[in-house]
C-alpha cells in the first residue's frame, strides 16, 4: 500500500545543554502541542504517538505525550542513539502509509544529565563486538 503521507505540522523547543532547560516530559509536550497548533487539529484526532529519545525510562514516551492528553491511545518509544528522532517520524510514516492510522504523532526529545553526558555505560559487551571481533580474524 502506497498511501500519501504528509506532515502538517511541527513544533520545536530550544536546544540546550544538558541539566539546563527543563524536564524531559515538559519539553516534548510543549513541542507536541506547537506541533498540534501549526497542523491545527485537536490531540484528540491523534491516533497513535511515536516518541524517539536515548536517555530516560522506558516509559518516557508515554510521560511526555500524557502531557498533551490521556486518550488511550497506543505510545511507542523509540530508541536508536541519535536517530531515535527521525526514526519515530519514519514510524509514524509507515503507520498513515499502510492504513493503521489516520493522524499521528512523532516527538523527539532528549534531556540527559550533566553527568551522563558523553558517557557510555560499561556494565556489558558492546553490541558490536562479535561483528569486530570476526572482522578481526578475517583480515
Excluded: K, W
Excluded at 542513539?81 to 517520524?89: D, E, K, R, Y
Excluded at 504523532?105 to 553526558?117: K, M
Amino acid at each position: 500500500m502506497n498511501r500519501r503521507v504528509n506532515v502538517i505540522g511541527v513544533g520545536m523547543t530550544p536546544f540546550t545543554v544538558p541539566g539546563v532547560g527543563g524536564r524531559f516530559y515538559d519539553l516534548a509536550a510543549e513541542a507536541g502541542r506547537l506541533a498540534l497548533q501549526d497542523a491545527g487539529i485537536e490531540y484528540r484526532r491523534v491516533e497513535a504517538a511515536y516518541a524517539g529519545f536515548v536517555h530516560g525510562d522506558s516509559l518516557s514516551g508515554q510521560r511526555g505525550v500524557a502531557e498533551l492528553g490521556l486518550t488511550g491511545i497506543p505510545i511507542i518509544n523509540v530508541s536508536n542513539q541519535g536517530a531515535s528522532g527521525s526514526t519515530a517520524l519514519y514510524l509514524a510514516r509507515q503507520a498513515i502509509e499502510h492504513g493503521i492510522a489516520e493522524c499521528v504523532l512523532a516527538v523527539g526529545f532528549e534531556t540527559p544529565s550533566a553527568e551522563s553526558a558523553g558517557q557510555h555505560r560499561q556494565d556489558g559487551e558492546s553490541p558490536m563486538a562479535t561483528e569486530l571481533c570476526a572482522r578481526a580474524a578475517r583480515e
